[in-house]
C-alpha cells in the first residue's frame, strides 16, 4: 500500500495555544483509518486541517502525490476527498430520494440518474423511505444519507467527523457495515471516532491523538493493550 494521504510536520497555533503539533499521519490508500483520543486532543483540528476549513501554522499535506496545503477544501473535493460532518447537512424538507440527486447530478450524466439513485437507495438501506421528506428519518438514517450524498461524490478518501455520535448499537454496527461495503469498493477512509466498539469493528489502522501529536499508533489490539493510552484515558469521558 502507498500513501494516499501524508501530513508532514503540521502544526496549528490558536493564539498561545499550539493545538497541532509536528503531526506526521500517513493515510494507507484503501484503508480504514481511525482517529481516537480523549478529549480536546485535537482531532476535529486535524480534520480540519486536511478538509482545508484552517490553514496550517506549519507543516504540508500531501494528497495522491501532490502538496495540497494551500488548496481550498473545494479543491481538495474536486481532486477526490469528500466529507461528512458530525451534524447531518441534508435538505430536511426534500425526499431522501431527493438529497440524493442532488449530490448525484453534477457527478453523472443525467440518463443514469434515476438507476444511480436506486442503487445508492439500496446500498443505504433506504429504499423504503425514499418519498418520505428526510427530516423524518431517523438520526441513524439521516446521517447514512448523508454519508450516501458524501459518497455520490465518487470519492477516493472519505473524512468522517464522529460518524456514530447518537446512533443507537444496531444503528453504529450497521454505519460500520456500511462503512466495511464502501471500503471493499475502493474508497480510504479516515474516520474521527470515540466508540470503541466501532473503531474495533472498521478500523485497520488506529492513531491516537493527545495533546495535539501522534501518542500511539496500530491495530485495535495494539492500542487497547497499551497502558500509556489507557492512561491517558483515565479520568475523561465522553458524551
Ligand atoms: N477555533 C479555535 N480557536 C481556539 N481554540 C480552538 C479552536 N478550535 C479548537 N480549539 C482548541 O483546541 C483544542 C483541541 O480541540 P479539538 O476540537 O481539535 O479537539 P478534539 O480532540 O476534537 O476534542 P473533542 O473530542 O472534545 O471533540 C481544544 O483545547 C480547543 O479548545
Known amino acids: 500500500m502507498t500513501a494516499l494521504l501524508q501530513t508532514t ?36 483540528t486535524l480534520f480540519r486541517l486536511i478538509l482545508g476549513v484552517y490553514a496550517p501554522s506549519g507543516g504540508h499535506i500531501l494528497y495522491a502525490g501532490q502538496d495540497i496545503t494551500a488548496l481550498r477544501p473545494f479543491q481538495r473535493i474536486r481532486m477526490g476527498i469528500s466529507v461528512k460532518f458530525q451534524v447531518p447537512g441534508i435538505f430536511q424538507a426534500l425526499s431522501t ?40 428519518l431517523s438520526h ?40 466495511k461495503a464502501l471500503n471493499a469498493d475502493g474508497v ?16 485497520h489502522t488506529v492513531t491516537v491523538l493527545h495533546l495535539g501529536r501522534i501518542f500511539a499508533q496500530g491495530s485495535i489490539d495494539t492500542i487497547v493493550a497499551d497502558e500509556r493510552v489507557a492512561e491517558i484515558y483515565l479520568g475523561e469521558s465522553h458524551d
Do not use: Y
Request: hydrophobic fraction near 40%; aromatic fraction near 4%.
Open 97 to 136: 430520494r431527493q438529497n440524493l440527486e442532488i449530490a448525484l447530478q453534477h457527478h453523472i450524466e443525467r440518463h443514469r440518474l434515476d438507476a444511480e439513485t436506486d442503487r445508492l437507495l439500496e446500498f443505504l438501506d433506504l429504499r423504503n423511505s425514499a418519498s418520505q421528506p428526510a427530516g423524518n
Open 188 to 203: 480510504t477512509v479516515l474516520a474521527v471516532e470515540h466508540d470503541m466498539e466501532f473503531v474495533r469493528q472498521v478500523a
Open 9 to 44: 510536520g503540521l502544526n496549528k497555533r490558536f493564539g498561545g495555544l499550539h493545538v497541532t503539533n509536528d503531526v506526521d499521519l500517513a493515510l494507507q490508500e484503501g484503508e480504514i483509518h481511525c482517529l481516537i483520543g480523549p478529549n480536546g486532543a485535537g482531532k476535529s
Open 140 to 179: 441513524g438514517q439521516k446521517q447514512w444519507l448523508e454519508i450516501g450524498m458524501a459518497v455520490a461524490l465518487k470519492p477516493r478518501l472519505l473524512l468522517l467527523d464522529e460518524p456514530t455520535a447518537g446512533m443507537s448499537p444496531q444503528e453504529t454496527h450497521a454505519t460500520g457495515e456500511l462503512l
